[in-house]
Structure formats: structure tokens, C-alpha cells
């Protein structure tokens, strides 16, 4: 979920409730001035909310740019400005290690991923829909299952829950992305709390962060099998 608006307020509840696990993606150069009255429940939400919501909430917050910019239309000294300053205000109001983004507007480029990295990103998503369960082929550009608007997602949800991987050793992974405003704007705020009801509470579906499910990959990637598949051996 993106942006960092007061929607996610709500949003988080309906996932607490349910024992669902989500990254939410801040634009900490953005935030609503402290000394701004709301005169609705809209927008985007201050720094002292966003700190009370997201620390300690047992879900990611991770870099979505500075200033919600074109990764692709700025300068290299710029970009680094935009990711790594986005970084730093994030892991110093929540007390984390930040590892993750989502590019704004979806924007990215051979150079910008490069940037990335060399500003600690080891992975980042796009938003094109796969109507697919598998897992990231390139942690640089994650694409999703769908959006939560997607007309499929109960369809999708019904299939995840219900039908075996094709291959006994295979995992599935549904990945739903999306911004929380937009249950405002939709007034369907039922869409995704029907959804998080079905899919949530269930023994054999790990719940997982971006970051853990990146971390999850690169450490069975990292483990080393005999040639005859026998024995295995996890690096320290």
C-alpha cells in the first residue's frame, strides 16, 4: 500500500483483525505540516500520525521517494537524493532498517536500479497485474498479482486458497497491491474487507512483509544442495 495517507488507519485495522501482513510505502517529504487543521478524513496523514500508525505495527515501511518523483526524469545525484534522504527520515522516525521500495507511478529505469543499490534497495515493485501466484523473478522490478480494483481478486483468492500448486515442491504467491484512499473513493471499502476475511486466518498461508518474503527467497537461494538431493547445507 502506498503513499502514507489517513486511509491506512482503517486499512491496518482490517488487517490486524484478519492476521494479514502488508509493506506500506512513505513519501516522508510529503506529509501533512503539523499545523494544518484536517477538515476531512482525507489526505495525507502528518508525521506524528504516521509515526503512532506504522512503528511497532508489525508491518514494512519501506522508501516510496521523497517527493513521490519520476525516478527516470531525474539527474543520478537527484535520484540518490530522492531514495536515500527518503531512506534515512524513515528508518529515523520508526526505528528500522529500511530495505525496500516501490517506484513512483511504477517509474524506473537500468539507471535507476542501479541507484538503488547503492543506496542499500534490494528490492523494488512495479504495479502491472500477473493474475499469476509466482514468486519474483527480478527483486528489482516485483510485479503483483493484481490490484485490489482488480474485477478477478475473489476469483483469484478462491483458486489460492483452494487449489494445490501444480508441482508438490512449488510455493504460490499472491501478491495484492493498491492504495487505501481508493476505498474512499470507490466506496467499497466492503471489497477489501470481504477479501481479508477470506483469505486471512489460514494455518498452511504465510503472511508476509516485501522484506521478509525477499529475505525468504534469497536464503533458500543461498542454500546448498548435494548432487543427489540428500543433503543440504545452510550457509551462515
Known amino acids: 500500500?502506498?503513499?502514507?495517507?489517513?486511509?491506512?488507519?482503517?486499512?491496518?485495522?482490517?488487517?490486524?483483525?484478519?492476521?494479514?501482513?502488508?509493506?506500506f510505502n512513505i513519501n516522508s517529504g510529503l506529509y501533512l505540516p503539523e499545523d494544518v487543521t484536517r477538515e476531512?478524513?482525507?489526505?495525507?496523514?502528518?508525521?506524528?500520525?504516521?509515526?503512532?500508525?506504522?512503528?511497532?505495527?508489525?508491518?514494512?515501511?519501506?522508501?516510496?521517494?521523497?517527493?513521490?518523483k519520476f525516478l527516470s526524469k531525474?539527474?543520478?545525484?537527484?535520484?540518490?537524493?530522492?531514495?536515500?534522504?527518503?531512506?534515512?527520515?524513515?528508518?529515523?522516525?520508526?526505528?528500522?532498517?529500511?530495505?525496500?521500495?516501490?517506484?513512483?507511478?511504477?517509474?524506473?529505469s537500468t539507471e535507476a536500479i542501479e541507484v538503488l543499490k547503492q543506496c542499500g534497495i534490494v528490492y523494488s515493485r512495479a504495479v502491472?497485474?500477473?493474475?499469476?501466484?509466482?514468486?519474483?523473478s527480478n527483486f528489482w522490478a516485483i510485479q503483483p498479482t493484481c490490484h485490489h480494483a482488480n474485477d478477478k481478486l475473489m476469483e483469484l483468492a478462491d483458486k489460492f486458497v483452494n487449489t494445490a500448486p501444480r508441482y508438490p515442491s512449488g510455493n504460490w504467491l499472491f501478491y495484492v497491491?493498491?492504495?487505501?484512499?481508493e476505498f474512499d473513493d470507490r466506496d467499497n471499502w466492503d471489497v477489501i474487507e470481504r477479501f481479508a476475511e477470506y483469505i486471512g486466518g489460514k494455518e498452511d498461508i504465510w503472511y508476509a512483509t516485501n522484506i521478509e518474503l525477499h529475505d525468504y527467497v534469497r536464503a533458500y537461494e543461498a542454500l546448498v544442495v548435494n548432487a543427489?538431493?540428500?543433503l543440504v547445507y545452510n550457509p551462515p
Open 1 to 23: 500500500m502506498r503513499d502514507g495517507v489517513v486511509q491506512d488507519i482503517r486499512l491496518i485495522d482490517i488487517f490486524n483483525k484478519n492476521g494479514l501482513k502488508a509493506t
Open 40 to 68: 476531512k478524513f482525507r489526505g495525507r496523514l502528518k508525521r506524528s500520525e504516521a509515526i503512532a500508525l506504522y512503528k511497532d505495527s508489525g508491518h514494512e515501511v519501506a522508501v516510496h521517494g521523497l517527493e513521490h
Open 74 to 108: 531525474l539527474k543520478p545525484t537527484e535520484m540518490i537524493h530522492e531514495v536515500l534522504e527518503d531512506r534515512r527520515r524513515i528508518e529515523e522516525d520508526f526505528g528500522v532498517i529500511t530495505r525496500g521500495m516501490t517506484y513512483a507511478y511504477s517509474d524506473y
Open 128 to 136: 502491472a497485474s500477473t493474475l499469476s501466484f509466482a514468486f519474483p
Open 177 to 181: 497491491w493498491g492504495h487505501s484512499y
Open 228 to 230: 543427489d538431493t540428500t
